[in-house]
């Protein structure tokens, strides 16, 4: 299809940081929704070693050269491509966003090559027209995921941890991989949001633009690491990257005193507000732990699939 006349598609730069990011919060604004997808976001995308900038993600911009759209996608499994796009708000209903999925989908088809069950995901953030035209191209949705947000206006003072157990940050040399034997052990139960392999997932966090250890707190029952939370800073807030306590010590307040741990440890360092991503549907009960803890939903997406080749 291509795209109409007056707009170009390339490669982005990380000189574009800033102006996509302008698209992305424009685009969470019309829809209504509180913007949490923005600069740090990108970075943190852009940073993995599985993401090649130059044939992984594209802008849209104008005869001005000012950027109206933007799109990635990247190997999410070894049989599935996971994509997402946005077009700036005055630019919709031009065909712009069609142009750029039909980019995305060639790119997926090109990573999906010789895979023998393929499979092509694509998250929009609710935009009737987006899903409207991931729908007449053949997926459906299948996930729901919300992004919730604590403010921190007064501080927070850390509770005590439950009996028996003891909180502390990470040690990089000796825990990475117990972290991960949490994160794994934790998410066995959803096959739809778990750890990648050691090495990948490891190799990706430590080359993070926001890596940060000591926004990493274990939790230790007489020695075991029972429960773990992946926190990062980004440029005005604090993000939960993961929350996982095993499934042997749910149900002990674990999960809320590693929240309330690093809530108080974002608030002293001047952040005002603390976000993570979630499904709606997670089989833990994480939800209502968020909830519990003070944090309320502030935006949502979805994600949409395709069990066949795109393309």
Do not use: C, K
């Amino acid at each position: 299809m291509g795209l109409p006349d007056g707009f170009e598609l390339r490669a982005p730069t990380a000189q574009d940081i800033d102006a996509i990011a302008e698209v992305l919060i424009a685009d969470q604004q019309a829809d209504g929704q509180e913007p949490t997808i923005d600069a740090h976001f990108l970075r943190q995308v852009w940073a993995r070693s599985d993401f090649d900038l130059a044939t992984d993600a594209w802008v849209v911009a104008d005869r001005a050269g000012t950027i109206v759209g933007y799109g990635q996608v990247r190997l999410d499994e070894p049989d599935l491509v996971g994509s997402w796009g946005v077009v700036h708000p005055q630019h919709r209903g031009r065909g712009i966003g069609s142009g750029l999925l039909d980019r995305i989908e060639g790119r997926a088809a090109d990573l999906l090559q010789g895979v023998e069950s393929p499979r092509f995901r694509h998250a929009i953030n609710g935009d009737r027209a987006a899903a409207s035209m991931v729908s007449d191209r053949g997926l459906r949705p299948i996930r729901h995921f919300w992004h919730m947000q604590i403010d921190l206006d007064e501080g927070v003072d850390p509770d005590a941890a439950p009996d028996g157990i003891e909180l502390g940050v990470m040690e990089p040399a000796d825990d990475l991989r117990l972290i991960h034997g949490i994160l794994e052990a934790a998410f066995s139960e959803d096959p739809g949001d778990h750890p990648q392999p050691f090495d990948r997932w490891s190799t990706d966090e430590l080359a993070s633009p926001s890596y940060d250890p000591t926004l990493w707190f274990l939790a230790r029952d007489e020695g075991m690491p029972v429960g773990v939370l992946i926190g990062s800073a980004g440029d005005d807030v604090g993000w939960v990257d993961w929350l996982a306590v095993l499934a042997s010590h749910r149900g002990r307040g674990i999960g809320a005193a590693l929240l309330r741990r690093a809530f108080a440890t974002f608030a002293a360092r001047g952040l005002s507000r603390v976000r993570l991503n979630v499904d709606a549907e997670n089989v833990t009960g994480a939800t209502a732990v968020y909830e519990r803890v003070g944090m309320r939903v502030v935006n949502r997406w979805d994600l949409w699939e395709r069990a066949s080749s795109p393309g």
